[in-house]
């Protein structure tokens, strides 16, 4: 075992001992290294003002991601490369192309966003050398700004992709040799166990090593993307411990496909899951372009996301009605079981203690089937659902209901099944008539509550709404389908 985390931050190697497992990556830079460029807003994953790159290394290959320091711990940076606004610029104090830009787009104004801003935009300027509006638009969804309307920044976004001097003027550029060379050299087989005042930060370095971890210590938290726990820490004030972090593990992180369908590793990424999702269940991939800003999914996990149980979690409904299944690891081994089998109730989930979701087998809908997912939110961007809704449809040789599945989060204490309103499908001809007297069904399978999101009427009225949209959506020509499949959520 190891007793310290160690990372780059901008240039400069950091080992540190004394870390307690729910420090933020924000309240280090701040507080401790006084790198006061990056802002706090939310402090909970929201408006972007803390936003920072985070570089790692996948498959031999150092790869840049916008972050947000608010919900990220310390402890998950082993072995990475934390880049600051403050690194951007020349050492002679010239700015950085994306910073100009946004100085002569004027897309400042109170300028305590700008620093997020700008970082977002150099996550984009690295990656695409020349973004399209939605293409800038997406990477800005994690960023929120109340003075300058987008526009100014939009255009920053534009000017900046066509200003391209010398690789060698961008730092991550010039360094990335250099950069990937320490960070080979940070990669180790040890476990990492840091004790700071009686709380404990486990980072195992495999999964192997994480399933004899949970043998030992089987309340310990687990910790991938954040993207909920970080509120545990910055809303709840909770105090965890131990914390065992896994987002460095390799082994969580494949994406498999197959003809029966894609089985993604549970530390797979949103951000990494969407190509492959968006293109073989293109209703899926359109889902997760609403979870959550650029930041957010880079950070957080499917698997994350179905392993703590939450009600309204987007992904759960989309993969239930496609029959997904879970494999779950502990130190005895592996089971499967229906990922609608694994929410019995609330706040409490088919896992064993030491138990671990390893990965998730998300079938591919037959070529005849017909699939769509709904996410109602108060925002299009960076919004937690009032409800999500996804359907399974197919029809026999005469038009009459043979496959359905619905299930919606955010209307009962976990996802569930709509299996009244299925029975009152199955079997019949798809039409308005049909549907219409199916819809009664929804008061039998559902009892929603009533919150800041929705109230209860809202929500049962809407998801009765969401069978007829589906309806109206699958009675028209493939083509008109095929749009669907891929522009609507």
Known sequence: MTDSIRFILNGEDVSLRDVQPTETLLDFLRLKRRLTGTKEGCAEGDCGACTVLVGRLVAGELVYETVNACIRFVGSLHGTHVVTVEHLAAADGTLHPVQQAMVDCHGSQC??????????????????????????????????????????????????????????????????????????????????????????????????????????????????????????????????????????????????????????????????????????????????????????????????????????????PALIALGAKLTLRSASGTRELPLEDYFIAYGKQDRKPGEFVESIFVPRPAADLQYAVYKISKRREEDISALCGAFLLGLNADGKVDTIRIAFG????????????????????????????????????????????????????????????????????????KRFAVEEV
Request: glycine content about 8%; charged content about 20%.
């Open 410 to 481: 955010g209307m009962a204490a976990t996802p569930k099944r709509a299996r009244a309103v299925e029975a009152a499908l199955f079997g019949k001809p798809w039409t308005e008539a049909t549907v219409a007297d199916a819809r009664t069904a929804f008061d039998e399978d559902y009892k929603p509550l009533t919150d800041w999101r929705a109230t209860a009427e809202y929500r049962q009225l809407t998801a009765k709404n969401l069978l007829t949209r589906f309806f109206l959506e699958t009675s028209g020509t493939p083509q008109e389908l």
């Open 111 to 316: 300028g305590f966003c700008t620093p997020g801003i700008v970082m977002s935009l150099y996550g984009l300027w690295m990656t695409n050398d020349n973004p399209s509006r939605p293409a800038i638009e997406r990477a800005l969804q994690g960023n929120l700004c109340r003075c300058t309307g987008y526009e100014p920044i939009v255009k920053a976004a534009e000017l900046a992709s066509r200003s391209r001097p010398s690789a060698l003027f961008d730092p991550l550029e010039r360094e990335r040799q250099d950069i990937c060379a320490r960070l080979f050299a940070l990669q180790t087989g040890d476990t990492i166990v840091l004790s700071t005042e009686g709380r404990r930060l486990i980072v195992p370095p495999s999964v192997a090593a994480l399933a004899d971890l949970l043998a030992e210590e089987p309340k310990a938290t687990i910790v991938a993307g954040a993207t909920d726990v970080g509120l545990w820490v910055t809303k709840q004030m909770r105090d965890l411990d131990p914390v065992i972090f896994i987002n460095h593990l390799s082994e969580l992180q494949s994406i498999d496909v197959s003809d029966a369908g894609v089985t993604i590793g549970a530390g797979v990424t949103y951000a990494r899951a969407f190509d492959t999702l968006s293109d073989e269940i293109p209703a899926f991939g359109a889902l997760i372009d609403r979870i959550g800003g650029q930041q957010v999914r880079n950070m957080g996990t499917i698997g994350g996301n179905i392993a703590n149980g939450s009600p309204i979690g987007d992904t759960p």
